[in-house]
Nanobody, 120 residues
């Protein structure tokens, strides 16, 4: 199984970014998908996820209303749309999956991470 995250970069506060995560080596529709992030010196934190059999995302309070998670099973890809970015959103962002997972889970597999830097 491989998860390839992309779309990170440098953005000004208040701006937007869209992260993508392409999955291979698995039957994607059977997996719950989620995004996490880890800021320097801090532990990795759950941001949100979508269960394998639902289109209703679950979000952490810190990003609810600003971030949107989606998935396209036909493309084996998951997305994280990030709006109204703040400096505290700067982190390495990771995609993750779990077979038959719900919207919040301990992952089976992780992507390699993509760096997001928000300048104030």
């Amino acid at each position: 199984v491989q998860l390839q995250a992309s779309g990170g970069g440098l953005v000004q506060a208040g701006g937007s970014l869209r992260l993508s995560c392409a999955a291979s080596g698995l039957i994607f529709r059977r997996y719950g998908v989620a995004w996490f992030r880890q800021a320097p010196g801090k532990e990795r934190k759950f941001l949100g996820g979508i269960g394998w059999n639902t289109n209703s995302p679950d979000y952490a309070d810190s990003v609810r209303g600003r971030f949107t998670i989606s998935r396209d099973n036909a493309k084996n890809t998951m997305y994280l749309q990030m709006n109204s970015l703040k400096s505290e959103d700067s982190a390495v962002y990771y995609c993750a999956v779990r077979v038959w997972g719900g919207s919040n889970f301990d992952p089976d597999y992780w992507g390699q991470g993509t760096l997001v830097t928000v300048s104030s």
